[in-house]
């Protein structure tokens, strides 16, 4: 044949083809149902009636080269929709190309022993057909997948503002902001506050959390930025290697542990209180352990019960000298616990570290070996420490 006849013949070839569409399709479905997935998830008339467009669209594309741009509108609808229905890249790139061994193995069939070399010469067209649509498929896929993964972060957004508003404390709406956020209702949770100027690090550090696997929720509270990720259930007060990593160079306010989804408001609550309370900068990192006395000295203070005049007030009535080694006494005592740490880290001999503590008792009638008045004296000091 000269290449005019080979070219006519492969029209004949192809166009008797429009016959077989239905057997073409049944040959497709045969073989993309073996996939668990597609079996699960793909209606089976879904995938016929697309698989049956398709097979009409590469037929018209290996007759008529103009006929490829025809194929983008339905290739993109199928990536779009098997994006929509979950059906993982790979699988559906998969699927697609199936459609080569397919057409391919059909033209044989049909072919009579002087038509070999004709369907030979057009393999790379028939190639270049399935491949330009799981190409287009593909790219509407993941243009689809991002905007799914916008439509997600934006009812995220909307599920977390309600979790943050009196309209949303509710059960209900409980039951469907873990749903949104794809977490345990009764989930441990870690509730952060930094001040909103940190907002942005807090957001980048976020992304890159995302992209390793731990995912932190943000929400604007006043001037902070709160955000709060799922932890163990075993999780502890203090924070993990990883957490300090997620938190590194920022300045962060650390509330109690919410131990379920309807907890994090008031956990945010707390973590900004610490925030606002201890003006935290630079890249410290503040929990209620280390807070603790500063916010109770500062919230008693506001309903007038200063605690100075149980402690301070009556050790400024000794002579200067005694008074600071008194103070002195007290704090390094508050802080180890211990008479033994005391008296190395102040030099002295134990019984010297008792003498003073029986001369605070005198003084303000507290027993600092005595878990309440230590607890009291923590807090009148804490502005000094």
């Known amino acids: 044949m000269n290449d005019d006849e080979m ?22 479905v045969v073989r993309v149902l073996r996939d668990p997935l597609y079996a699960r998830i793909v209606d089976v008339g879904d995938l016929r009636e697309t698989s049956r467009q398709t097979f009409a669209f590469m037929l018209d594309a290996l007759i008529d080269v103009e006929a490829i741009t ?19 890249l790979e699988n559906l790139v998969d699927a697609v190309r199936l459609d080569f061994p397919v057409l391919w193995s059909t033209l044989l069939e049909r072919a009579d022993k002087d038509d070999f070399a004709v ?34 972060q934006d009812l995220q957004r909307q599920y977390i503002s309600l979790l943050f508003e009196a309209v949303g ?43 390793g696997g731990r995912r932190m929720f943000l929400h604007e509270l006043g001037r ?13 007060q203090a924070l993990t290697a990883q957490e300090r990593r997620l938190l590194a160079s920022l300045p962060v306010a650390v509330a109690p542990i919410a131990r379920e989804i ?37 919230k008693l203070s ?33 802080r180890t616990g211990s008479l033994i740490e005391t008296a190395a880290a ?22 600092m070996t005595k878990p309440l008045d230590a607890a009291l004296a923590t807090v009148a000091l804490a502005e000094l420490t």
């Open 70 to 88: 025809k194929i983008e509108s339905i290739a993109g609808n199928l990536g779009r929709r098997r994006a929509r229905q979950g059906i993982p």
């Open 262 to 298: 309807a907890d994090i408001p008031l956990a945010a609550l707390a973590a900004t209180e610490i925030a606002d309370q201890l003006g935290i900068s630079g890249d410290s990192i503040v929990d209620l352990k280390d807070a603790w006395p500063q916010l109770a000295k500062r």
């Open 119 to 152: 369907i030979a010469a057009h393999a790379e067209r028939v190639w270049n057909v399935v491949d330009t649509f799981a190409r287009l498929a593909q790219t509407s896929y993941l243009a689809e997948q991002a905007e799914l993964a916008r439509e997600r």
């Open 302 to 334: 506001e309903i007038g019960c200063d605690l100075q005049q149980f402690v301070l007030v009556p050790i400024r009535s000794c002579k200067e000298s005694e008074r600071d080694r008194l103070i002195e006494t007290m704090m390094v005592y508050l």
């Open 7 to 28: 070219i006519q013949r492969w029209r004949t070839l192809v166009s008797e083809r429009y016959d077989e569409l239905e057997i073409l399709t049944d040959r497709f």
């Open 346 to 367: 102040l030099y002295c001999h134990r019984n010297t570290i008792l003498n003073r503590l029986k001369r605070i008792e005198e003084l303000t009638g507290l027993d």
């Open 224 to 236: 902070h930025m709160i955000g709060f990720w799922q932890i163990d259930r075993g999780a502890t």
């Open 169 to 211: 404390q509710f059960e209900v709406n409980f039951v469907q902001i873990a749903q949104a956020l794809g977490v345990p209702r009764d989930a441990y949770f870690r509730v952060v506050a930094v001040p909103r100027l940190a907002g942005a690090d807090l957001r980048r550090n976020a992304d890159r959390a995302a992209a």
